[in-house]
Nanobody, 116 residues
Framework: QVQLVESGGGLVQPGGSLRLSCAASGFTFSLYSMNWYRQTPGKERELVASITGDGAITGYADSVKGRFTISRDNAKNTVYLQMNSLKPEDTAVYYC?????????WGQGTQVTVSS
């Protein structure tokens, strides 16, 4: 059974940091690219960061470039999103996504709130 379980969200002040984790099970993790998306009410889900299966290539939305870092540990079947210099506009539900040519899996999301 495929599972993606996000954790690490919460309330943080502007300028603060959070590290999200997404633990995967039920599929061959290293064969999947992993993405972090975020969504706020009334808006479409936005792709924030991506990483290839071997971790060699990463990509970021312009809005988070230089502040967020995506990484993965294939031995632990986990992908991370280190978020620094957080802004109120980063407030959203963050989702991890595993994608291959034939499959796409989603986690349940974790809330990140940036507020003073």
């Amino acid at each position: 059974q495929v599972q993606l379980v996000e954790s690490g969200g919460g309330l943080v002040q502007p300028g603060g940091s959070l590290r999200l984790s997404c633990a995967a099970s039920g599929f061959t993790f290293s064969l999947y690219s992993m993405n972090w998306y975020r969504q706020t009410p009334g808006k479409e889900r936005e792709l924030v960061a991506s990483i290839t299966g071997d971790g060699a290539i990463t990509g970021y939305a312009d809005s988070v470039k230089g502040r967020f870092t995506i990484s993965r540990d294939n031995a632990k079947n986990t992908v991370y999103l280190q978020m620094n210099s957080l802004k109120p506009e980063d407030t959203a539900v963050y989702y991890c996504n595993a994608i291959s040519i034939s499959h796409s899996y989603w986690g349940q999301g974790t809330q990140v709130t940036v507020s003073s």
